[in-house]
């Protein structure tokens, strides 16, 4: 195939030259009728088209979406691609539902995305969780050791898979290949939420992609790291592990009957960019990820994720265009820098968590961001006292045991209950909290004393708390019997 090819893409724009009448969806008419305050060009508007001959159907393509999708598994090397338009998560749901069949069994690290509650709600599986490892410095979740994998396997002979974080949000990767040489040493089938994972395929700096590593499937948000337009992702199969028509009709299912064609060939033009251009835009980035690292390794108080955390349990590779950085040890929170160098700065980061702050270098950063941001943590350590450092964290509780799995206490009655009153109740709601950004409880999992106590904890404190209708912790809901 020749990856200059953008089939999809040169299908929209030789529509919209041939001048048709338009007597079709949507309403705004290629920009002709765009709500007045629109301030980008009409011109992207023309290809916000839908299912016209010689457009294809992304639910059953034949023609240039087809194209467009084998000319993405040649380069990521699958034997089988599909484009996403409501992100990784969609893949996520559409695995699992293609995997599992209600009551079935799936190892999963504990700190998987929450679009696996999604997956595990639609497909009535039993999640068996697996703790990650954890990097305490930056109390966050690394990748899965191969004894919590071999354990597992072990002891849950009938699981229909297991599903690996290739990286985590923050770069890292464990052992992957062992991992998936584990799982296909006793039959199951490995999937990779690869969603932060797009442009490993195209510098060597980067750790493995999933699918070198031998996994039958994986979701990439091209989205995040390969230039496409968000919410718009891939799905890869290799092998014949997992069952594409399953998974097919899975995303027909999930994924709307009018996907965007702006998405879609966002995913055509950035798979043609990083075939063409990968190499050379991530090597960019990674160069000047470096140099941001070397800068900032001279501050006081600033603390880095780097080579040195390699070869600790589950930390096998980092992506060097992530940078993790902390002002634990100078008593700053995560969301306080991230706060500051947003108003003193103007610098925006990736994502802040109570110790750290995740900062992206991709292939469109530029110098000035990157001199911005040295220049704020520069100030932003001269201001601070370095030397009173930023209280622990209190252990996290044990796993709670689960009474019921995530699809009954999703679909069974609850009501709101005061969080001091909630021991011995089945939570009904997805708890998450980070650091370490580890779920403390799923829904049909038991909330004990003890999750009480370190919930009413974590409301004193600023913590990020993902899930619960009440993320001020004052009720959960909780399953009414
Ligand atoms: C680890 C991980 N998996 C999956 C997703 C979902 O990806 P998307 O936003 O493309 O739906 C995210 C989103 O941030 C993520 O961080």
């Known amino acids: 195939m020749n990856q200059e090819e953008v ?135 690394a990748g899965l050791t191969s004894q919590v994998v071999a354990g597992a396997l072990e002891e849950h002979p009938r699981a229909r898979g297991l599903l690996v974080l290739h990286p985590t949000y923050y770069g890292v990767t464990g052992d992957l290949q062992q991992l998936v040489e584990l799982a296909h040493g006793v039959n199951k089938p490995v999937v990779a939420d690869e969603a932060h994972g797009v442009h490993f395929p195209f510098h060597d700096g980067f750790p493995p992609p999933a699918l070198q590593c031998g996994v039958d499937a994986s979701v990439q948000s091209m989205h995040k790291m390969g230039g496409s337009l968000t919410q718009s992702s891939l799905l890869h199969f290799k092998g014949h592990r997992i069952d594409i028509r399953r998974t097919a009709g899975a995303l027909r299912l999930l994924q709307s009957s009018s996907p965007s064609y702006l998405l879609l060939a966002s995913l055509d033009g950035a798979r043609r960019q990083l075939a063409t251009r990968g190499a050379e835009m991530l090597g960019r980035a990674v160069d000047l990820a470096l140099e941001v690292r070397r800068a900032l390794s001279r501050l006081p108080g600033i603390t880095l994720l780097g080579e040195e955390h390699l070869g600790r349990p589950g930390v096998h590779g980092l992506d060097p265009t992530r940078l993790v950085i902390s002002l634990r040890s100078a008593g700053l929170t995560g969301y306080q820098v991230a706060r500051i160098l947003a108003r003193d700065y103007r610098v925006q980061v990736e994502m802040a968590d109570y110790y750290n702050l995740v900062v992206v270098i991709g292939i469109g950063t530029t110098r000035r961001d990157c001199e911005l941001l040295i220049r704020g943590l520069q100030e932003v350590v001269r201001r601070v006292e370095v030397g009173r450092a930023l209280m622990a964290c209190p252990e996290r509780p044990p796993l709670p045991v689960a009474r019921l799995t995530p699809r009954q206490a999703w679909l069974a009655p609850s009501r709101p209950l005061p969080l001091e009153e909630c021991a011995g109740h089945i939570c009904a709601e997805w708890v998450n909290v980070t650091p370490p950004g580890i779920p403390l409880l799923y829904p049909g999992e038991e909330i004990g004393p003890e999750m009480v106590e370190y919930l009413q904890w974590v409301r004193k404190l600023p913590l990020s708390v993902q899930g619960p209708e009440d993320p001020g912790l004052q009720s959960l809901r909780v399953v009414v019997w």
């Open 7 to 141: 089939p999809l893409v040169a299908a929209l724009y030789a529509h919209c030259a041939r001048n048709y009448a338009h007597l079709h969806v949507p309403a705004h008419r290629q920009g002709e009728a765009i709500f007045p305050e629109w301030q980008g060009g009409k011109e992207i508007l023309q290809l916000d088209l839908t299912e016209l001959p010689g457009l294809d159907d992304l639910h059953h393509p034949e023609g240039v979406i087809a194209r467009a999708q084998a000319l993405a598994a040649e380069l990521f090397g699958a034997g089988q691609a599909f484009f996403l338009v409501n992100g990784s998560t969609v893949g996520i749901m559409a695995l699992l539902l293609a995997m599992c069949r209600p009551g079935d069994e799936i190892l999963l690290p504990r700190n998987a995305h929450r679009a696996v509650l999604g997956g595990l709600v639609f497909s009535g599986a039993k999640p068996v969780f697996l703790e990650p490892a954890v990097i305490e410095e930056f109390g966050m979740a």
